[in-house]
T-cell receptor, first 111, second 116 residues
Framework: GQNIDQPTEMTATEGAIVQINCTYQ??????LFWYQQHAGEAPTFLSY????GLEEKGRFSSFLSRSKGYSYLLLKELQMKDSASYLC????????????FGAGTTVTVRA | GAVVSQHPSWVICKSGTSVKIECRSL??????MFWYRQFPKQSLMLMAT?????????EQGVEKDKFLINHASLTLSTLTVTSAHPEDSSFYIC????????????FGAGTRLSVL
């Protein structure tokens, strides 16, 4: 199985940058995903990393280091609408490709 | 991204009745779909993995006779909560994996089930 750890909560001000870290342990790593979930809604896909390095997509970037079992999601130029829960998920090729989710990091953006 | 449609979005039912939730991949074929359950302020808990044309694979502790899953086509999977009880009240979310788009999982909008 996987142990996926991410901080429970983070707070930042509008326009700032926030970095959400995620560490994991898995026996058959086959990709790491970040999802955004607003309260009462389903998760929406943000990013996918399977190789080491940084993937940039607009204001959001995601980094992966497979040797360290570590990823982060970087949110730049924070907006109020970015207040949400951010879920780190790891896919395990030895578990039928299922995703295992971390508990999520609740980001609160303040004016 | 790919679109996954889930219906209904909200259902209230009496204890003892059955509720069916549909999950459709609208613009891609999904050989594999997943059903999750989420309690307030908690992360998603995988209930079962559904493969088109075969029996679903249930996670440990999930009653397969209570949560019936059918994946009859490449674009449709259904979850039926049989003889629902108040403790089954939760947020149920389906997800479909796109073989074309890097096997990324896309989620439906979720179904909030309230059993009275």
């Amino acid at each position: 199985g996987q142990n996926i750890d991410q901080p429970t909560e983070m707070t930042a001000t509008e326009g700032a940058i926030v970095q959400i870290n995620c560490t994991y342990q898995t026996s058959g790593f086959n990709g790491l995903f970040w999802y955004q979930q607003h309260a009462g809604e389903a998760p929406t896909f943000l990013s996918y990393n399977v190789l080491d390095g940084l993937e940039e997509k607009g204001r959001f970037s995601s980094f992966l280091s497979r040797s360290k079992g570590y990823s982060y999601l970087l949110l730049k130029e924070l907006q109020m609408k970015d207040s949400a829960s951010y879920l780190c998920a790891v896919r395990d090729s030895r578990a039928l490709g299922k995703l295992s989710f971390g508990a999520g990091t609740t980001v609160t953006v303040r004016a | 991204g790919a679109v996954v449609s889930q219906h209904p979005s909200w259902v209230i039912c009496k204890s003892g009745t059955s509720v069916k939730i549909e999950c459709r991949s609208l613009d891609f074929q999904a050989t594999t779909m997943f059903w999750y359950r989420q309690f307030p302020k908690q992360s998603l808990m995988l209930m079962a993995t559904s493969n088109e044309g075969s029996k679903a694979t249930y996670e440990q502790g999930v009653e397969k006779d209570k949560f019936l899953i059918n994946h009859a086509s490449l674009t449709l999977s259904t979850l039926t909560v049989t003889s629902a009880h108040p403790e089954d009240s939760s947020f149920y979310i389906c997800s479909a994996r796109s073989a074309v788009a890097k096997n990324i999982q896309y989620f439906g909008a979720g179904t909030r089930l309230s059993v009275l």
